[in-house]
């Protein structure tokens, strides 16, 4: 039965482990560490992650165009982690009871054919609370430009 | 016999409430719809800043084309800088996640602002919640067509 129990805990991603314990920690605390699980899942093609992290009917805006939550991941599926890099600057979380907002900026940097181009965004995300967890229901950002 | 007809009952009551459910789900999207035109397009294009006081949130924040963050009053203060707006919107559609709904849609805003005349054409993602039956706009990103 141990064996079993640890197989089990082995078994638990860090995402799993996480979602249990955010219905504990405050709204905030709870999005901002799902935010940062976001960019990690997204980093490293764990679409496993990302399909808990996003809601099925999640409005997802990508250079001016909605994208649908399989149209997402199967992009990062595909997605060579090594040509993109993202580096997320402050954000601001705000709770209005079951619905938060988070505003920021992060940089992108991305290699295409031996040439590195710098991208800042900022970005607004919509999070919900339901059944007991926080999901992704939209999000989109805009280049900033200097 | 009896238990086909309670189960059968039961089934009819489960679907009628499903359908009621959906129903009223599409008139508070409609709703929703409404409000896009007329507290915020309508609003803007008329600078009727006491419509747009009372539809967005005073923690409202709006993320511009050009990556710019704005608070309400900032909004306010824009709108009623400029000397002349036009602002269409078209592709809108809503979707409800309990007490708080994403209204997406494309709209191209023309106007004159300090002598200058602007056109943006570009895709927005509003979000909305209810507070007390009414529906109040709490956070908006706009972003170019690529």
Known sequence: ?146 | MRCGILLTTLLGLLVSHGAAQNSERRDIEGKLLALERVGKLQAIQLKDLKMLDEVLDENFVLVDQDGLQLNKAQVLAYVQKATSLRYLASEMTARLHGNTAIVTGVYRLDGVLAGRRFEQHGRFVDTWIERKGKWLAIASLSTPLS
């Open chain 1, 1 to 146: 039965m141990k064996a079993i129990l640890s197989l089990i805990f082995l078994c638990c991603s860090p995402t799993i482990l996480l979602r249990a314990q955010q219905t504990d920690a405050a709204p905030s605390g709870a999005i901002r560490a799902l935010e940062h699980e976001w960019v990690e899942a997204q980093s490293h093609n764990d679409n496993r992650a990302l399909d808990l992290i996003l809601d099925n009917a999640v409005v997802y805006v990508e250079y001016g165009q909605l994208v649908s939550k399989a149209d997402y991941l199967l992009r990062i599926k595909h997605q060579d982690p090594s040509t993109d890099e993202i580096v997320m600057e402050p954000i601001n979380v705000r709770v209005f009871g079951s619905t938060a907002i988070v505003t920021g900026s992060y940089r992108e940097t991305q290699r295409r054919a031996g040439m590195r181009s710098l991208t800042r965004w900022r970005f607004v995300d919509t999070w919900a609370y339901k059944k007991h967890s926080w999901v992704l229901i939209a999000a989109g950002s805009a280049t900033i430009r200097d």
